[in-house]
């Protein structure tokens, strides 16, 4: 181990002689600091009467008569010593706090020069001033973010062992994640793995000082932690918000105690011109963290089914009619995030951004062609639940047309026929017309994959989604998005969480723009 001298002013030690060295550590252990201060000051030793010698800080006394004469001196240089000893304590803190800051610093720099925002062609334009924003619309940026719950990390810190300690500190890590917040500008948070405990006491005090407001949804059973949306209250007013449980009592496929949240966001700028509750425009976002067994895809599947449905329920348009192109309902502007704990790769993905999956007979582990292991059938959820294979709630289906993507046309089909379709069918299908903000792929390293976590590999598996992938002229339309990493570039930055990034997740950030009166 490398040490450094350090001259400590008497001033400073409360020393009324010479300056004094004191040999300090880069590591702050008892044991070394003992053996270098015991070294260089000497040690502390109780008087015995003896004719020898008694050696302190190079004071040298001889036999019990002279310390008597002395014994205001000894007591002196002992409160010295003690002196010493707390200079040496802040030395090293000052040391190591100095190494972290600096540490610190360094990660954040690189990470920022990495992580650039990227505009799409209508964000370059307005950005550029190109065009102009049209009127009746409204600019905003949505984070999603799993800040990682404190009480998780200390149930698996086997997990972060080689993680500065530092980096793990809830306070310090506190700190961090509002400064993503104030990074990125954000207007709407779709937070995952919020304590419960520390939204109020933490998220709900700070947040609220920086003109947020929100809403939570803890997950069900004994877990503690949860959801929360907030928003800038500046922007937007709270319409409605809704919890979504994917736990049903009897239901094996839907035993966790995973949820979802929802909350229906109106511009605030029209709270004032008296318009009525029914004419509001309002844009849908919702947060999720899905069951992350990597091994029961077929649970993921049925707890979209759920929050599809409510989803469909929600955001339906019934103002505007059905997409003549493509026969579709109509929905207003949506925002889907969260940690859904799969990666673009699988099939649920491409039943979120296509619409449309033929689960009878995939494997339940992966959903795919694996003769090894479970496979599916017909049913996923039970029909008790009244939600369709069309993800709709069979009662709020109403005139709606129901999107029936079979090969066997209806016409061919008997009433009865039709009705058990929409539940057992073999096939889910839904309407959102969801399209990811990322394309999960980066133009650096030969295109090479986009990663948000850690999990045996770098990998992505958290999203921000909107709808409108087949619209014309949609309400919603995307200007830009904070870039990701690569695997190879965040084992550069040595991983996550870090002195930087305060989570094992990175957030994501994108723009939007809303033309919430669009005709």
């Known amino acids: 181990m490398t040490c450094t001298l350090r001259p400590i002013l008497s001033v400073r030690c409360r020393f009324l002689c010479q300056p004094l060295c004191l040999v300090t550590a880069d590591l702050k252990m008892s044991s070394e600091k003992k053996t270098f201060v015991r070294r ?9 009467p003896s004719s020898q010698s008694i050696r302190t800080t190079g004071i040298t006394m001889s036999g019990p008569k002279t310390y008597q004469n002395n014994a205001k001196t000894f007591e002196n240089h002992q409160r010295r010593q003690v002196h010493a000893y707390d200079c040496v304590d802040v030395l090293m803190e000052e040391s190591e706090a100095h190494r972290i800051k600096r540490n610190e610093t360094r990660i954040r720099h690189r990470l920022s020069s990495l ?18 924003q049209p009127p009746h619309s409204l600019k905003f ?3 999603s973010y799993n800040v990682l719950a404190q009480h998780l990390l200390e149930e ?4 972060y062992r080689n993680v500065e300690t530092e980096a793990l500190n809830w306070d310090k890590r506190a700190e961090r994640i509002l400064r993503e917040v104030t990074n990125t500008y ?17 998220y709900v005090p700070r947040l609220t000082a920086m003109g947020f407001k929100g809403v939570y949804k803890k997950r069900t059973g004994n877990k503690r932690d949860g959801c929360a949306i907030f928003f800038r209250h500046s922007k937007f007013e709270l319409k409605k918000s809704i919890p979504v449980e994917y736990c049903k009592p009897n ?18 700028v029209l709270q004032s011109k008296h318009v009525s509750d029914e004419d509001l425009p309002f844009i849908v976002v919702a947060t999720t963290h899905l069951l992350y067994n990597p091994r029961r895809h077929d649970i993921k ?11 469909d329920r929600i955001a339906s348009d019934s103002r505007k009619p059905n997409s003549e192109k493509t026969n579709c309902a109509s929905y207003h502007p949506t925002i889907l995030t969260g940690d859904f704990n799969l990666t673009p790769d699988t099939s649920i993905y491409q039943f979120i951004t296509q619409g449309s999956l033929l689960y009878k007979g995939l494997s339940r582990r992966q959903l795919t062609l694996d003769a090894r292991g479970h496979t599916l059938e017909n049913e996923l959820i039970p029909p008790h639940l009244n939600i369709t294979d069309q993800c709709q709630h069979l009662n709020s289906t109403g005139e709606r047309t129901l999107q029936e993507n079979f090969t066997i046309a209806k016409s061919e089909l008997s009433k009865a026929e039709c009705s058990v379709l929409r539940f057992a069918s073999g096939q889910l299908s839904h309407q959102l017309q969801l399209q990811s903000v990322y394309p999960h792929r980066t133009n650096r390293f030969n295109g090479a994959k986009e990663a948000t976590t850690y999990q045996n590999d770098w990998v992505t598996v958290d999203y921000i989604f909107h709808n409108g992938r087949e619209s014309l002229r949609p309400n919603l339309q995307l200007l830009s998005r904070l870039g990701l990493l690569t695997g190879e570039e965040l084992d550069a930055l040595g991983g996550i969480p870090s002195l930087a990034s305060p989570s094992d997740h990175l957030p994501l950030a994108a723009r939007f723009i809303w033309n919430y009166r669009k005709a």
């Open 40 to 48: 260089h000051l000497g040690a502390k030793h109780h008087y015995t």
């Open 141 to 143: 940026t949505v984070l």
């Open 251 to 268: 239901v094996e496929i839907l035993d966790r105690d995973n949820i979802g949240l929802i909350a229906l966001l109106t511009p605030r």
């Open 115 to 132: 992580r650039k925002w990227e505009y799409t062609k209508l964000g370059t334009e307005l950005q550029k001033q190109k065009i102009k």
């Open 301 to 311: 599947l049925a707890q979209l089914q759920l929050l599809f449905a409510e989803l």
């Open 156 to 159: 698996h810190i086997y997990l």
């Open 186 to 202: 954000a207007d709407i948070l779709c937070l995952q793995e919020v304590q419960s405990d520390h939204y109020d006491t933490f």
